[in-house]
């Protein structure tokens, strides 16, 4: 028995080691690699397979498939509140963006509305959470991300769409690149009076039990991917 | 500002719209694996000014199309689709299409997108795109996005970012003279 696992364990080391560091060898089955279709059994922590890629989950600067979804506290933007992302229990997808952002922030947020906007009217609207992070709290108040989820015709009162913001920039970097692994910089364009920034794009999809299903590293996700994977984590 | 990019220079490689969406996502799609990256594309047009409610192709078959990508959010969507309307008159044999890819729903029903398409004077067919697949099959991931395609259906060029009326007029003068 001992000798199995051992093996076992030394063949995932080479491609899990940061996957079975975090879980201590429990999830081991599964996670071999090239394994397509049906996996893991009971003991996969994923709903989806692995997806097709090139890189190992170590060399990744981001938590990816089959690993736990960072462990942190973020405050709601929009209420008196805050979201530990390990005790959310449903299905949820976390995107990053920065309000004054004209290119690749609204699209990453209206590809998170239309799933809004599908799972109403589809009927799953309580089965799904939807968590924008901003990356700059100064600017993106509680006034402000409300008219911008109305200006992207967003519905903020819905009980699934949760705007998250991080106390302050010190706060946002250590939740948005350290924890989620998107990195940010500030930018100070010639022509424009205010700052902006430059950053990484990335929407992740985590199931029920806090695990990461897929990390879509896209500056426009494909919003048909992210449907049907989500209705698979939805209903395993 | 507007990245212009010439396709035509590409064509021997293939790369399409659709594959370049891949070389960019790495997630094949089973249709984008053809040349024509799964194009035309059926689209639900809408009952607005210069559009009638059904079903269109896009791009519009054995018609050079100007496709122009859009979204009711998307300011700079308005400026586009003021270049558009000034070349748009001039080339009668030439099929405008625009599209937004925005699911319609509770918070933006297709009145609202008739209504927003009326306020900014639009003047042709124009269709929703719930899913993205259209945005997808141009490889388009960023708005406006205009793609041309010439009677065959291929893309010519493609515009990421305002196209200007008087770059549009070249690409079309260089396709229907």
């Known amino acids: 028995m001992d000798g199995v696992r051992e093996r076992r364990s030394e063949e995932l080391a080479v491609s899990r080691r940061t996957f079975l560091q975090s879980t201590a060898g429990v999830a081991a089955v599964g996670a071999a690699a090239g394994c ?188 048909d991917q992210i449907l049907a994977d989500l209705e698979q984590v939805r209903e395993a | 500002m507007n990245r212009r990019r010439v396709l035509a220079a590409l064509a021997g490689v293939g790369l399409t719209g659709g594959s370049a969406w891949v070389a960019r996502n790495g997630v094949p799609r089973p249709d984008e694996d053809v040349g024509g990256a799964g194009l035309p594309r059926e689209v639900e047009t809408l009952d607005a000014p210069g559009s009638t409610a059904g079903t269109a192709a896009v791009p519009v078959p054995e018609t050079p199309t100007v496709v122009d990508l859009f979204a009711t959010w998307c300011a700079p969507c308005d400026e586009q689709l003021e270049e558009l309307r000034a070349v748009e008159g001039e080339y009668p044999e030439v099929a405008f299409v625009s599209v937004t890819n925005e699911r319609v729903g509770d918070t933006l029903t297709r009145e609202d997108i008739a209504d927003w398409w009326a306020e900014h004077d639009g003047a042709w067919t124009v269709g929703i795109d719930p899913g993205s697949e259209l945005l997808s099959a141009f490889g388009a991931n960023s708005l406006p996005f205009v793609a041309i395609t010439d009677a065959e259906g291929r893309v010519v060029t493609e515009y990421s970012g305002v196209a200007a009326a008087g770059d549009l007029r070249e690409d079309l003068d260089a396709l229907v003279a």
Not at chain 1, 45 to 51: D, M, Q, Y
Not at chain 1, 70 to 88: F, G, K, N
Not at chain 1, 177 to 204: I, K, N, Q, S
């Open chain 1, 36 to 223: 397509l279709g049906v996996i893991g059994g009971d003991d996969s922590p994923t709903v989806l397979s692995e997806p097709d890629r090139q890189y190992d989950n170590e060399d990744l600067p981001y938590p990816a498939w089959g690993q736990r979804v960072p462990d942190v506290a973020v405050p709601t933007a929009l209420s008196d509140s805050e979201v530990s992302t390990r005790d959310v229990s449903q299905p949820a997808l976390y995107t990053f963006f920065y309000s004054h952002c004209n290119t690749v922030c609204p699209v990453l947020i209206s590809t998170m509305r239309n799933v809004q906007t599908h799972a109403s009217n589809e009927g799953y609207a309580d089965e799904v959470s939807l968590f924008p992070v901003t990356f700059d709290p100064e600017r993106d108040t509680a006034d402000r991300l409300r008219t911008y989820g109305g200006e992207m015709n967003v519905d903020v009162d819905a009980g699934n769409w949760t705007f998250l913001r991080p106390a302050d920039p010190a706060r946002a970097e250590a939740v948005v690149t350290d924890e989620f692994g998107v990195a940010f910089e500030r930018t100070h364009p010639e022509e424009m009076e205010m700052y902006m920034f430059t950053h990484a794009a990335l929407t992740y999809l985590v199931n029920g039990d806090g695990y990461v299903e897929r990390a879509y590293r896209s500056k426009a996700p494909n919003e």
